[in-house]
Nanobody, 117 residues
Framework: QVQLVESGGGLVQPGGSLRLSCAATGRLYTIKGAGWYRQAPGKEREFVAGFTSGNPTNYADSVKGRFTFSRDDAQNMMYLQMTNLKPEDTALYYC???????????WGQGTQVTVSF
């Protein structure tokens, strides 16, 4: 089975930076897509950053210029470098993975990011 584990969340002041990591284990086969989503209390989960095979990284408009998605395929890791954080970035952040020929999407347990003075 595939397992995803996020780490790196925490409390940070507005304008600060944080890097989230996601480690994937299991038989991953060929990756179709990978990325990050977030969900604030009372709101729907939303896409933040990620890629689909054969295409460049996409970003939500709200994070463009501030967040950077990266991955290390050899190590089965993905990252989200967040800079100039704002209070509205406060959410539970999840990593997501899709695999070719697998109808399921895989999610981590989430890591909390809180942006506040």
């Amino acid at each position: 089975q595939v397992q995803l584990v996020e780490s790196g969340g925490g409390l940070v002041q507005p304008g600060g930076s944080l890097r989230l990591s996601c480690a994937a284990t299991g038989r991953l086969y060929t990756i179709k897509g990978a990325g990050w989503y977030r969900q604030a209390p009372g709101k729907e989960r939303e896409f933040v950053a990620g890629f689909t095979s054969g295409n460049p990284t996409n970003y939500a408009d709200s994070v463009k210029g501030r967040f950077t998605f990266s991955r290390d395929d050899a190590q089965n890791m993905m990252y989200l470098q967040m800079t100039n954080l704002k209070p509205e970035d406060t959410a539970l952040y999840y990593c997501n993975l899709r695999i070719w020929y697998d109808p399921l999407e895989y999610w981590g347990q989430g890591t909390q990011v809180t942006v506040s003075f």
